[in-house]
């Protein structure tokens, strides 16, 4: 991790006042000189030497060559997805973010743009899927809820040969867990609302790119589009990224802890997590990432929505909301929240069964976390009893 807290120690000290906190430069426009003449800004949707700061970041910590803050993570995917003209094609993670999908499909594919979903654990089903009209290759790695992994430079040699652009949403990884630029992606993006701003207390999103023309049209369509982040969640943003490194250690080593305690409870029926030798994509995970993130999701043995929704009525530290990636742990159930609009056949193809939950595993003290699961799977133990009592 030193590697990144050198770039955060790099952040710039304002040259006016010694100020060690980025200033929020409020202003909508900039005195000029002459006509023309200005200091690089001369209209805030353009330009902001907050949001620059913030965008010079993510490139720097994304090992790109060029960073853009956006309104939200969905603004970042909208901008990626004006790349393309009608009749291009994508092919995509089949257990995409929801927000992801419903975009794809109900604002793009009215403009003509086609998107197939397949599971990406196996490079080659994406190798199969290629075509001359294939623009994009849409990357998640962990997925969500279930955490799949896709070995992101396998399926960039191949998306590469038939000219195809790999992007990858880099949001349950974070940048301190795992490059995908470096790894052979093209465009690399963020939900900086989870980990990268880190404390629940802002929406918004990242790009960053390698390639410099890339990344021109991309800051072209933003302007032109006008997706900007506004200077405070910049600036908030900045600060959650000043502790990132620390924050990631401290997902890691609780969801560790987390996945274990859940594994070897008897009312559990299947626990996701990369860090364990059992998940399916550990051996890739465990190459192409730093760490294992701060997410866990597990099904129970008695699998109906009722059960799921007994334990979260249980949990102390684990807050039910949606959203992950925040200092204090969050707990979801999908089938009814994030994936809700999701057809139930769909939805349980991608192993999102009725009772699965997911756990976004906060920095408190990993004894709390494991003892509040325990807590709580007690209680519908309980619940369970009850139930075959009568
Ligand atoms: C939350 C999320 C998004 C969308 O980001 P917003 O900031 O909510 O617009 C995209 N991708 C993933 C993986 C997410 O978790």
Redesign the pocket.
């Known amino acids: 991790m030193q590697e990144i807290t050198q770039i955060i120690q790099q952040l710039p000290i304002d040259p006016l006042t010694g100020s060690v906190s980025v200033p929020i430069y409020q202003t909508a426009t900039f005195v000029q000189e002459a006509p023309g003449v200005h200091k690089g800004f001369d209209y805030a949707r353009s330009n902001n030497p907050t949001r620059l700061v913030l965008e010079n970041l993510i490139a720097q910590l994304e090992d790109g060559s060029k960073g853009l803050a956006f309104a ?4 970042a ?1 909208d901008c990626v997805l004006k790349l393309l003209k009608s009749g291009d094609e994508i092919i995509a993670v089949d257990d995409i ?1 929801g ?2 999908f419903r975009m794809f499909t109900h604002v793009y594919e009215k403009f003509g743009i086609k998107v197939h979903y397949l599971d990406a654990s196996n490079p080659t089903n994406i190798l199969h899927a290629l075509k001359p009209q294939t623009k994009l290759v849409w990357l ?1 790695t962990p997925t ?1 809820p279930t955490l799949k992994i896709a070995d992101i430079a396998a399926i960039a040699r191949y998306a590469h040969a038939a000219d195809a652009w790999v992007v990858v ?1 880099n ?2 990884a974070s940048p301190a867990l795992q490059k995908p630029l470096q790894l052979g992606a093209d465009i690399v993006l963020h ?4 980990y990268l701003a880190g404390h629940s207390d802002v ?3 990242l790009l960053a790119v390698r390639d410099e023309a890339l990344g021109q049209q991309l800051k072209f369509l933003q302007n032109a589009c006008g997706n900007i982040l506004g200077p405070w969640d910049s600036w908030l943003t900045i600060r959650g990224i000043e502790t990132l490194p620390l924050r990631m250690e401290a997902h890691c080593r609780n969801a560790l802890a987390v996945a274990q305690t859940l594994a070897s409870h008897p009312l559990v029926d299947t626990v996701y997590y990369p860090g364990l030798p059992q998940h399916p994509g550990h051996e890739v995970a465990a190459i192409q990432q730093k760490g294992f993130g701060g997410i866990v999701t597990f099904t129970l043995k008695e699998d109906t929505e009722a059960t799921a929704k007994a334990f979260l009525q249980q949990t102390r530290y684990f807050r039910l909301a949606e ?2 990636g925040g200092v204090k742990s969050l707990a979801a159930h999908p089938a009814t929240m994030t994936h809700k609009s999701i057809p139930r056949e769909r939805r349980l193809q991608a192993g999102v069964k009725d009772s699965l939950i997911r756990l976004s595993c906060g920095i408190e003290a990993a004894q709390d976390l494991t003892d509040d699961i325990l807590q709580s799977l007690q209680s519908i133990q309980k619940h369970t009893n009850t139930l075959i009592a009568h």
């Open positions: 939200s993570g969905l603004a995917i973010y927000g992801s998640e969500n949403d949001t349950f939900s900086a609302t989870k929406i918004g999103g959203s992950l």
